[in-house]
């Protein structure tokens, strides 16, 4: 995508909505689309699933990006070295080329497994 990398289906729900008559775990949590927008319906969100260090990272995270508007974010994407610009349309970026620059030995990576949906 030409401003940043993105979760194609969390893009997807975000832009088109969850599928009518679907329960969800995303239609429970998050608000139907305004625009480019959602909201938590919830305040504060669950966080009983998360453990102590998950917790922590999303706080570093927020410090971090939580004050950035979209186009801030991506033009911190940009720089990021897995990040390849597209052109016209999308290109799927493989764990393997998140975990290298981390300088992550290339025999620990491992093939990546599919994603379960939302």
Do not use: C
């Not at 909505?17 to 927008?37: C, H, T, Y």
């Not at 349309?89 to 290339?106: E, M, N, Q, Y």
């Amino acid at each position: 995508m030409s401003h940043g990398p993105v979760l194609i289906r969390t893009l997807g729900l975000i832009t088109e909505g969850r599928q009518p008559g679907v329960a969800s775990r995303w239609a429970e949590r998050i608000s139907e689309p305004l625009g480019r927008d959602v909201e938590l319906k919830l305040s504060p969100p669950p966080d009983d699933e998360l453990s102590p260090a998950e917790e922590d990272l999303i706080d570093v995270i927020f410090a971090r990006f939580g004050s950035l508007n979209r186009w801030q974010i991506g033009r911190h994407l940009h720089d990021l070295p897995e990040w390849h610009d597209p052109k016209a349309g999308s290109v799927p970026i493989d764990h393997s080329d998140i975990l290298r620059p981390g300088r992550r030995a290339p025999r620990k990576l491992r093939p990546s497994k599919p994603i379960s949906k939302v």
